[in-house]
């Protein structure tokens, strides 16, 4: 199951079962998206995530962070 697709999984599985069962996750693998930022599932992907996480829409750019690399 991909993790955009989990969210709410555990409250309909546990509204559907009366609480009586709950999911067990083991991660597996990461898988690269195809494409880059100029498509735009990709594109829209990254800016639900972001969203979601409270971060501001502008992707930051490499110099914000090179000093610590």
């Not at 609480?19 to 898988?31: K, L, T």
């Not at 880059?36 to 639900?48: A, I, P, R, S, Y």
Request: no cysteine; proline share 4%.
């Amino acid at each position: 199951l991909p993790v955009m697709e989990s969210f709410g999984f555990t409250a309909d599985l546990r509204a559907g079962t009366g609480g009586q069962a709950f999911p067990q996750m083991i991660f597996d693998h990461w898988q690269m998206m195809q494409g880059g930022l100029n498509d735009n599932k990709v594109k829209e992907t990254v800016m639900k995530i972001r969203k979601r996480k409270g971060l501001g829409e502008e992707i930051p750019t490499l110099d914000r962070y090179y000093d610590k690399l």
